[in-house]
């Protein structure tokens, strides 16, 4: 830690946003350290303020590589499978199932840092992750109004959710904003310690703590894995979240049949069913909802919440009848070996 004595790099945005040219300072060091990677066939695959570094001059040092790939893990078809990474840092074609490429991954989340830098809050929030997870898959986002026009086209290039027209490292080294002020790294120095401009708090970040890349990991493991790995509050271990790409209707019907086996009643809607025991329990009659939200249109995250009743009569139903009656619908990455 003695060479990093500047600490993280969130801590500074945290403050309030940067100008434009100490982000622009920080980010010209993170695309250099970023092609590096890339040339040595190496994808970090988890970029965010937190996991960049500073020493005591100001420059900047990538750290935690837990979530790296390598060349060798390329599949026959030239991409990665593992679905990770930090949700709100990731790409759109990350959450997807049909593999990515590690670079173009990268890049996107470098396109998140930038605005993050230069705003002082994400480009995508929401306290409902899967609503989230939508608003990147569509690459819906909005510049504020201080960014300069040439900030603004360079994260809008960045921040493209089709990896196949996404700016390259090369082609955004050679655009004239990369380009100003470019600085050999020893001359950067302390630069970006003056350079901090009052802005908006970092928003969001509180309710992003909880939303690690655990969180996105789960979805290829099927069931919501986080509890495992992170302390939660009461509530929030009263429901869980799985991942599908059966449709709607298939999923609605199994969770009916289930409902029947069981002796519940049943409320349903065309993205929603509610359970209801017909029997009292500790609490009353145990009560359970699911929503189902399509992140893309053959991809499906499901939210099963209790609604009433004693939470554990909704934990012994879940363990011992919903999840093993789901099995056969939870969609699996294929690279889900390789997840540790």
């Known amino acids: 830690m003695e ?72 599949k026959q078809d030239g991409l990665l499978h593992t679905t990770c990474g930090t949700p709100a840092y990731v790409a759109p074609e990350v959450i997807g199932k049909k593999g990515y490429d590690g670079a173009k991954a990268d890049l996107w989340s470098c396109g998140v840092i930038l605005y993050v830098l230069l ?41 493209d959710p089709n990896p196949n027209t996404r700016i390259t490292v090369a082609k955004l080294m050679e655009t004239s904003w990369f380009k100003k002020h470019l600085q050999p790294r020893s001359a950067i120095g302390n630069e970006g310690e003056k350079a901090f401009d009052i802005g908006l708090g970092f928003k969001g970040e509180k309710e992003q703590e909880k939303l690690n890349a655990f969180h996105i990991i789960s979805l290829s493991s099927g069931f919501d894995l986080s509890p495992l790995f992170e302390e939660k509050k009461r509530e929030e271990r009263e429901e869980i979240r799985f991942a599908t790409t059966k449709s709607a209707s298939s999923v609605i019907s199994k969770l009916e049949e289930i409902a029947k086996n069981m002796k519940f009643s049943v409320k349903k809607s065309e993205s929603s069913v509610k359970l209801q025991c017909q029997e009292s329990g500790r609490k009353g009659k145990l009560g359970i909802s699911a929503d189902l939200f399509a992140v893309t249109s053959s991809f499906l995250v499901v939210e099963v919440k209790k609604e009433g009743g004693d939470t554990l009569e909704y934990n012994q139903f879940c363990s011992k009848e919903l999840r093993p009656a789901l099995k056969d619908i939870l969609w699996t990455s294929p690279a889900q070996a390789t997840i540790v």
């Open 119 to 159: 705003a002082g809050f994400l480009p995508f929030q929401d306290e409902n992750i899967v609503a989230m997870y939508k608003k990147i898959y569509r690459g819906d986002f909005k510049c504020p109004p201080w960014f300069s026009p040439e900030s603004r086209k360079i994260i809008t290039k960045l921040l």
């Open 3 to 74: 060479f990093v004595r500047g600490g993280e790099l969130f801590n500074k945005v945290a403050k309030g946003r940067l100008k434009e040219d100490a982000a622009r300072s920080y980010f010209q060091q993170l695309i250099s350290a970023i092609d590096f990677c890339h040339s040595r066939g190496v994808y970090h695959r988890d970029l965010k303020p937190e996991n960049l570094l500073l020493d005591d001059q100001g420059n900047l040092k990538i750290t935690d590589f837990g979530l790296s790939a390598f060349s060798e893990h390329l």
